[in-house]
């Protein structure tokens, strides 16, 4: 005979291929908060319904309280033996009460319980991860507000573009940020419907209040059909899709960190705190903090893909394939949090080179484009026009290995006679980046009122 809980029907030992793939205490056993929430939630509902005694709700709410405490301490004996977070809560509930703890499963299923403990782990996670998020905009919107003036080139391309400023182009990584926060929200607002009392697929016969349960854990509501909610898996999808978006976001960042720190950019540096060295090479001062942050995107993206592949072919309801769920997202969710932090960390650590920032701003003809608007707004030429004759200033002055504003006017008289003195005063990178007062735009003052405004929001004070 099994001794297995479920065994009944079953008259030998499983085999020991199934145990190594069947088990999966080794990694669910971070729902144990969670699993003994729901229990003290299940066994509350069902003592208000009269359908187990107050005496033995009682009973089994202070053991779980005792495993609750276990748990939290490290004291809980975690044992393969019992398959799961589940087997092993009831397992030890059964030691502390005896019989009576079997009266906790009454009008539930594993497939229900699990469920929900997944719901309030992702529901926690995000609250967690929202908190760090906000934490990253709200060093990232510091430094922009301490560098809305410390002028840069912006890229197409890799290549030299326009002046922006330093400030500038943090705020962007603010605003993605602020999209991932809101696509977290959404995924919250989501997930936060309660399947407990679904039991296996079908609903039960016993005359529960899942309105209870579902309020006294937090949820908006209880899940409105049984086969859903014991087969969704939409909310892990969710929550992990807007992970890989975000660290995406956290990517794009770590690799401007990494380019940045090159003596070919010198840009910026990090301090030892963010750095490592070489074991042959004493002069390196390597940034892994971001280039692990940007190789730990291609985790969190795969946790994604994974778990879209377990879903893709399985029929309602549950399927046991649906225990792949979790480790992806555990570990996606780890991992996102850490880069999170690493990349905070970085944002307040680094050290910017003002100068260097502003003599590449210059370079590549930077200012061209401002060129051809002067041409536009002065002279009335058609922008067409306008850019063709910036193109020839440009091909004499690469020719002469000058940059745009150390062309004579004279010079710039013969390709455009109508050029005047005045033009050399859109043709500093200052200059051309103060002129970009459109409403996003990077000219410091927009930089200030956006960083500011961040900083508000962030609840930052002055």
């Known amino acids: 005979m099994t001794s297995k809980i479920w065994g009944g029907r079953f008259q030998s030992a499983t085999d020991a291929v199934l145990e190594a793939i069947n088990v999966s205490i080794d990694f669910d056993k971070r729902l144990g908060s ?28 202070h053991g779980l309280n005792q495993i609750k405490e276990e748990v939290e301490s490290g004291a ?11 087997m092993n809560v009831e397992t030890r509930l059964a030691a502390l009460i005896g019989p009576t703890a079997g009266r906790l499963h009454t009008a539930r299923s594993r497939n229900d319980q699990v469920a929900t403990d997944f719901r309030l782990y992702i529901r926690d996670e995000i609250d967690v991860l929202d908190v760090a998020l906000a934490d990253l905009q709200l060093a990232l ?33 603010v605003e993605m940020i602020g999209r991932d926060r809101g696509r977290l929200h959404d995924a919250r607002r989501r997930a936060n419907e309660c399947p407990l009392g679904a039991a296996a697929l079908a609903g039960t016969s016993f005359p ?20 859903d909610s014991v087969s969704d898996r939409d909310f892990v999808l969710e929550t992990l899709s807007t992970a890989a978006i975000c660290a995406v976001h956290l990517s794009r960042f770590a690799e401007e960190i990494v380019l940045w720190t090159t003596p070919q950019f010198a840009f910026i540096s990090l301090s030892d705190k963010f750095t490592t060295g070489s074991s042959i090479m004493p002069q390196k001062r390597n940034p892994d903090a971001a280039e692990l942050v940007r190789g730990k995107s291609g985790r969190i993206i795969g946790a994604l893909m994974a778990l879209l592949m377990v879903m893709k072919g399985l029929p309602l309801a549950y399927s046991k394939d649906m225990q792949e769920d979790k480790e992806g997202a555990f570990d996606a969710l780890d991992n996102l949090a850490l880069c999170v932090a690493a990349i905070a960390g970085m944002a307040r650590d680094m050290t910017i080179h003002r100068a260097r920032m502003k003599d590449a701003a210059g370079a590549g003809y930077a200012t061209a484009t401002d060129l051809a608007d002067w041409l536009v707004r002065r002279l009335d030429l058609p922008f067409r026009e306008a850019h063709h004759v910036t193109g020839k200033v440009v091909a004499l002055a690469e020719t002469r290995g000058v940059g745009l504003e150390e ?29 970009r007062t459109s409403y996003g735009g990077a000219a410091p003052e927009n930089v200030r009122s956006a960083a500011q405004s961040w900083l508000n929001s962030l609840g930052k004070k002055n």
């Open 407 to 435: 062309l004579s006017l004279e010079q710039l008289q013969n390709i455009e006679p109508r050029i005047s003195s005045e033009v050399y005063r859109v043709l500093g990178v200052e200059n051309s980046v103060a002129s």
């Open 208 to 227: 529960i209040d899942r309105q209870m349960t579902a309020q006294a854990l937090g949820f908006d509501r209880p899940t409105a059909n049984s086969l």
């Open 76 to 86: 809980f004996n975690f044992s393969r033996e019992f398959e799961d977070i589940h």
């Open 141 to 173: 919107s510091e430094r922009a507000l301490e560098e809305a003036d410390t002028v840069m080139p912006g890229f197409t391309h890799l290549q030299s573009a326009q002046p922006v400023t330093f400030g500038h182009h943090l705020l962007a990584y």
């Open 34 to 61: 969670q699993d003994i929430r729901g229990s003290l939630a299940h066994v509350a509902m069902l003592a208000a319904r009269g359908i187990v005694s107050q005496e033995d709700a009682d009973k089994i709410t």
